[in-house]
């Protein structure tokens, strides 16, 4: 006599939707991180995507439930149902832990008297001094800095570190003497594919030159401290180059002095 075993309901239905809720979370995020999809329509797939990788991680336990009790088939496709869910509520358990961790700082500036100029629109952020002494506190690092050198050879410098991290140059202007100003703007696309715009000013001055930098999310998505935290990355990284500078520049001027 041929024993009929069944595969269980919940366990199919939950790979199918495990299935879905996947291929929606990678494609949407390569989509906006291309730019081929604006980011109302980014979210709106992702949260649709997110609902069914829910579903499908409760279809899942469901089905495990039932299995253990009528011994049917369907172990695997649950497992897999299970597995599909749970890398795509990963990330947003990560970035939920994030946004409570790291406050969102959509507009970080190093001269909140007289921030960089952006490039590109964005509505008026008004950020009042509680706010200021917040950033101030979360970001100590991210402060103008001071530097002995002069204008058009510190923006070489900030020209080159731009250029490294791969970051979209929108304006550039270098300084044409030692008095005088330039300004760098380039977008930067986050994890997510949400822009950010960064602007660097160089002033000169008698004594050297003085740089200061913005940090700009141009969207009202959260930006889990990634303003704040690129500046202070960026300035940490132009110190270390300029102590290279004036150490390399050191022997040289002794030579010619010589």
Known sequence: MRILIR???????????????????????????????????????????LALAVLAVFMAVVAFVRLWFTGDQGWWKATVAFVFGVLCLAPAAYFAYLYVKQP?????????????????????RFVTPDQRARLESQ????RSRNYPVAAPDMFDAVASLVDDRGWEVRLTRKPTGELDTGEINAIVTTLLGFRQEVAIRVTGATD??????????????????????????????????????????GPAQQSDNG
């Open 208 to 249: 050297g030159s003085t740089v200061a930098m913005r940090s700009t999310s141009l969207s009202n998505f959260p930006d889990f401290g990634e303003n704040g935290a690129r500046i202070e990355a960026f300035l940490l990284d132009l110190d270390n180059q300029v102590t290279d500078m004036l150490r390399n520049a």
């Open 104 to 124: 969102s700082a959509p507009d970080v500036s190093t001269d909140f008297g007289n921030p960089p100029a952006l490039v590109t629109f964005v509505e008026a």
């Open 139 to 142: 970001f100590p690092n991210a």
């Open 7 to 49: 595969t269980s309901k919940w366990a199919i239905w939950a790979r199918r939707v495990g299935a879905l809720a996947l291929p929606l979370v990678v494609i949407a995020l390569l989509l906006h991180r291309g730019h081929n999809i604006d980011s109302q329509d980014f979210m709106v797939v992702e949260a649709i995507a």
